[in-house]
């Protein structure tokens, strides 16, 4: 299939494709006016919704999203690493100020391991602001014997057993939610959030408790980089080096002050094309020649495509390879080496550096079968993608009792064999992709949802804080268990992480091999 041209495109050029994954609203009833108007609130259809976010600001810039496709382009070239993490899906009561900063202080503690590992710049992407839609395999679900439209998100329909009737006054519940997120996010940095301490005698604003942390040898570790990183600010701010500036990915860029970007699935096709503007595109971004104006969905400044909804002559494909944005792909085990080199042909016909991620998510038992092809494929191509392991979709399992759970052995061997096959092939893995959460309760504890890790977290205790209503995440530990794994594979391993990696490859109990139904 010859790939088609950005002339015969536009945001809505979707609609003329098969779609999957689309919410069935229910007919809109008629809908008469009672006696008291001032009392009465008409609902709105998904043809008024949508009219109404296609007049709402974006939420964020074409500056943004330029900005941060040049800092992928870097990423595709080995000279900096993307970390993108977060929620499975987002509630819209994760839009607090805590839960907010409990997630950008995790990125930010598990960027700081990174860049002192590997050192390199990490390029911090979150799925955040706007991650409020789940895909689906069947359209019902069986709660407590009954059977109901299955829960797609928040931006569809409600958790709660009595709200599952899609809603499409919902999309605009995401959009304020997002909005709310991405300001808080802005507000954070722009107020020094992310800064290091210069000296040992300050304290570092983004950092979460630690008394918690259950290994010494993680513990000691992180404290150890904190201190090292400033001790040397400090030694720079003696010598009168500039901390407000500096060159392009400098000091300032890696330790000073941090770019968070946000990222979604864009699922929901209604809502994605109501938010994609045609924007000037910025001096830095354009070329010699080019166009002056482009595309950009404005929703997120990364969104992706999902395992499920990448077909080549799809809806979701379609709207895609219109955009400026960078984006994801999924490449789980369906994917055919020909067919993820033609769907790269169809949405980077123009090979740019930043455009595309591959997020592959294998599971530890298939990534030595499936990787090595899928790369080769890649590297005959030409398109210089980001090659992103996604280590969480594909090693969920049921413990016993029936638990979805997932098991550091498993998400730690498919790292393992991922940096293990690339270099074989002369490749690099050159980003993450985790489901994670820095939330922590009153008590000082993490959440209890994968098995495993420096901490031990046996399977009787994923009971004990297991909140998550979708797929179990790493917690705050796990999470820099997986950032000290992959700063030892980046050449600053020592023997204190040698301890920590010891005690992720332990062998996970039987019960935790079971693949979840």
Not at 62 to 89: H, M, P, T, W, Y
Not at 339 to 367: F, M, W
Request: hydrophobic share 40%; net charge negative.
């Amino acid at each position: 299939m010859a790939p088609t041209t950005a002339a015969d495109w536009s945001p809505s050029s979707w609609r003329s494709k098969p779609i999957v994954q689309d919410v069935v609203y229910p007919p809109e009833p008629e809908q008469v006016e009672p006696a008291d108007p001032v009392a009465w609130k008409r609902k709105q259809g998904l043809d008024q919704v949508v009219e109404k976010l296609e007049k709402l600001p974006p939420l964020v810039s074409a500056v943004e999203i330029e900005r941060l496709k040049a800092n992928l382009a870097n990423v595709s070239k080995g000279e900096a690493f993307l970390l993108q993490g977060g929620d499975c899906a987002e509630l819209f009561d994760y839009c607090s100020s805590e839960k907010i900063e409990h997630r950008l202080s995790l990125l930010l503690s598990m960027s700081l391991i990174l860049i002192w590992g590997m050192k390199l710049p990490v390029v911090r992407i979150a799925r955040m602001g706007g991650q409020y839609a789940k895909p689906r395999s069947k359209q019902t679900e069986v709660v407590d014997g009954v059977e109901l439209p299955s829960f797609r998100g928040h931006n569809v329909n409600g958790l709660d057993p009595n709200d599952r009737l899609p809603d499409p006054e919902r999309l605009l519940s995401a959009y304020f939610h997002s909005a709310a997120t991405v300001n808080h996010v802005r507000s954070l940095l722009a107020s020094g959030f992310a800064s290091l301490p210069s000296s040992r005698e300050e304290d570092v604003a983004w950092s979460l408790p630690l008394s918690h942390v259950r290994s010494p040898q993680l513990l000691s570790a992180y404290e150890d980089i904190v201190y090292n990183l400033s001790q040397a600010m400090e030694f720079m701010s003696v010598i009168g080096v500039d901390r407000s500036g500096g060159s392009k990915g400098g000091l300032h860029g890696a330790l000073e002050s941090a770019d968070i970007f946000m990222s979604h699935e864009a699922l929901m096709l209604e809502y994605e094309s109501a938010l994609t503007r045609k924007l000037p595109i910025p001096a830095f971004a354009r070329t010699e020649g080019g166009d002056k104006e482009g595309y950009y969905c404005t929703s997120a400044h990364f969104v992706w495509i999902g395992d499920r909804t990448r077909a080549l002559t799809g809806a979701h494909v379609e709207f895609f390879r219109g955009l400026r944005n960078p984006i994801g792909i999924k490449v789980g085990p369906s994917m055919d080496p020909e067919e993820l080199v033609r769907l790269l042909g169809i949405v980077d016909p123009n090979k740019e550096p930043g455009r595309v991620t591959l997020i592959s998510r294998y599971g530890a038992e298939l990534v030595e079968k499936l990787l090595p092809a899928h790369i080769e494929a890649v590297q005959k191509s030409g398109h210089p993608v980001i090659f992103c392991s996604d280590p969480m979709h594909g090693n969920t399992r049921s413990a016993a009792g029936g638990v979805k759970t997932r098991a550091m052995h498993d998400i730690v061997s498919e790292i393992s064999a991922s940096l293990r096959i690339h270099a074989s092939l002369g490749s690099k893995l050159n980003g993450i992709h985790l489901e994670l959460t820095g939330d922590i309760t009153p008590e000082g504890h993490s959440v209890t949802e994968c098995t495993g890790g420096s901490m031990e977290l046996a399977e009787e205790e994923l009971g004990l804080r297991f909140e998550s209503y979708c797929d179990p995440r790493l917690n705050f530990e796990q999470s820099l268990d997986v950032a000290f794994m992959l700063s030892q594979a980046g050449g600053r391993g020592r023997s204190l992480d040698n301890k920590i990696l010891k005690e992720l490859s332990i062998s996970r109990p039987a019960s935790e091999a079971r693949p979840a139904a």
